[in-house]
């Protein structure tokens, strides 16, 4: 079961369309001008009655609608939003704006194609808005398609080079790329451009961690926080770097900062109790899971984590309870199903392996461990099966072979293998693994040096 980190993203707003400068100006002209200077209310009170007054040019009153539109964006009612914006561009048909918001407001509503296609059509009509590039490479990043994005905001930053927002974004999708030499450069650069931007110092210091330098991701945290001592992610994912250095009593720090900023912020108790875990603390970090499942009755992980925690605190019908629990609400997780057979057993329960499998995916990892369980495989051939081209994926299967075949040698009585596998565990799974604290747990328990 691979730890879950929690980390951090960015949107674009609505642009502003403008009525005739020449024309005269009356009190609703005054106060539909979509934007926040002016209360929404009064906004969509005044543009209805620009609208509605029978004294305005087609543009004019598309500009009104448009306004009005900006102000049911802003109040979240996306849906008379784009009723206005498409009476914008009835009346006025190259207006780029309008086609822009109308954009804006179908991606509030998740419905991400509507939006590239009115953005695609307002990059037609006026192909030198850095901004709707900018919007547009953000649908087709939040569609996962990063290289599309990848150029949209390649064409933002040709336009306006100063565009800070566009260099970090650009860097998140090359950090969904796995490219992070990359998304650190544009995170350079968006922060030569504005030196208190701290979502790109927070963003920098994730792909510092995926390169494995946690002390300059550490050091971007501080940054963060610096500029911004309220900043719960950058405290939470500080705590993470120093996790992975080892330093579970800086991380324990972190995470203890953010629950004092947010005390309904699950993801730091999560991560405070998998420090507590580390540290040998069971106890403490069954509590902190207690307040993960009391803010989020459904998390899966939560149940499965508190498992293995009461698993190796001895206490063995809870621990059954908990992975019971975890598999009720995703019957697919393999992991669950596994440490369900391994503490079952030791429970002296009737497996349900076999039967378990049928709602499980068995034509990827972990399956041929589960294969193992069942006698299907031998624990060399599943380290065999470990074998991958990736090497970050190779690596977290491995560890799964030697630590899952640690616990079957375990179970047939065989300690010396047993341990040689845990010991192989200890030393090699990444130390954000649930098989690293599990390896170092079984260790303990048997009285073996790490």
Same mark, same amino acid.
């Given at each position: 079961m691979r730890y879950l980190l929690f980390m951090s993203a960015i949107l674009a707003g609505a642009m502003l369309l403008t009525i005739?400068?020449? *024309? =005269?100006?009356?009190?609703?002209?005054? $106060?539909?001008?979509? @934007?926040?200077? !002016?209360?929404?209310? =009064?906004?969509?009170?005044s543009c209805t009655a620009l609208i509605q007054s029978g004294r305005e040019t087609a543009h004019d009153r598309a500009v009104g609608y448009g306004n009005r539109g900006n102000a049911y964006l802003a109040k979240g009612d996306n849906d008379r939003a784009i009723a206005?914006?498409?009476?914008? !561009?009835?009346?006025?048909?190259?207006?780029?704006?309008?086609?822009? @918001?109308?954009?804006?407001?179908?991606? %509030?509503?998740?419905?991400?194609?509507?939006a590239i296609a009115d953005y695609t059509q307002a990059i037609q009509l006026d192909p030198k808005q850095a901004v709707v590039y900018?919007?547009?490479?953000?649908?087709?990043?939040?569609?996962?398609?990063? +290289?599309?994005?990848? #150029?949209?905001?390649?064409?933002?930053?040709?336009?306006?080079?100063?565009?800070? !927002? %566009?260099?970090?974004?650009?860097?998140? *999708?090359?950090?969904?790329?796995? +490219?992070?030499?990359?998304a650190i450069a544009d995170y350079n650069q968006a922060i030569q451009l504005d030196p208190k931007y701290a979502a790109a110092y927070n963003n920098r210091a994730f792909a510092y961690r995926a390169k494995g330098d946690n002390d300059r991701a550490i050091a971007d945290y501080d940054q963060v926080i610096q500029l911004d001592p309220k900043y719960t992610?950058?405290?939470?994912?500080?705590?993470? *770097?120093?996790? #992975?250095?080892?330093?579970?009593?800086?991380?324990? #720090?972190?995470?203890?900062?953010?629950?004092?900023?947010?005390?309904?912020?699950?993801?730091?108790? $999560?991560?405070? *109790? /998998? #420090?507590?875990?580390?540290?040998?603390? $069971? +106890?403490?970090?069954?509590?902190d899971y207690d307040q993960v499942i009391q803010l989020d009755p459904k998390n899966t992980y939560a149940y499965?984590?508190?498992?293995?925690? @009461?698993?190796?605190?001895? &206490?063995?019908?809870?621990?059954?309870?908990?992975? @019971?629990?975890?598999? &009720?609400?995703d019957p697919k997780d393999a992991y669950a199903a596994l440490w369900r057979d391994i503490v079952g057993q030791r429970s002296n329960v009737p497996r349900d392996l076999p039967q378990a499998i049928s709602t499980i995916d068995m034509s990827k990892w972990p399956a041929?461990?589960?294969?193992?369980?069942l006698g299907q495989m031998t624990p060399?051939? !599943?380290l065999a099966a470990a074998d991958n081209p990736d090497a970050k994926t190779k690596e977290g299967q491995v560890c799964d072979a030697n630590l899952y075949s640690g616990e079957l040698a375990l179970r047939q009585g065989?300690?010396?293998? &047993?341990?040689? =596998?845990?010991?192989? &565990?200890?030393?090699?799974?990444?130390?954000? /693994?649930?098989?690293?604290?599990a390896a170092n747990a079984e260790l303990k328990t048997l009285g073996a040096a790490p």
């Open positions: 005739d400068a020449n *024309a =005269q100006i009356s009190s609703e002209r005054r $106060n539909c001008t979509g @934007n926040p200077d !002016v209360d929404w209310d =009064q906004q969509i009170k206005d914006y498409t009476q914008a !561009v009835k009346l006025d048909p190259k207006y780029t704006v309008a086609y822009n @918001n109308r954009a804006s407001a179908y991606r %509030a509503k998740g419905d991400i194609d509507r900018y919007n547009r490479g953000n649908a087709y990043r939040a569609k996962g398609d990063n +290289d599309r994005a990848i #150029a949209d905001y390649t064409h933002a930053i040709q336009l306006d080079s100063k565009h800070a !927002v %566009a260099y970090n974004n650009r860097g998140i *999708a090359y950090y969904a790329k796995g +490219d992070n030499d990359r992610v950058a405290y939470n994912n500080r705590g993470i *770097a120093y996790y #992975a250095k080892g330093d579970n009593d800086r991380a324990i #720090a972190g995470y203890d900062q953010v629950i004092q900023l947010d005390p309904k912020y699950a993801a730091a108790y $999560n991560n405070r *109790a /998998f #420090a507590y875990r580390a540290k040998g603390d $069971n +106890d403490r970090a069954i509590a499965f984590h508190r498992g293995l925690a @009461n698993l190796y605190a001895g &206490a063995l019908p809870k621990a059954l309870a908990d992975l @019971n629990q975890a598999s &009720a609400l041929p461990v589960i294969h193992m369980f060399a051939a !599943v065989a300690k010396d293998d &047993a341990t040689r =596998q845990f010991r192989l &565990a200890a030393s090699d799974c990444p130390k954000t /693994f649930d098989e690293w604290l």
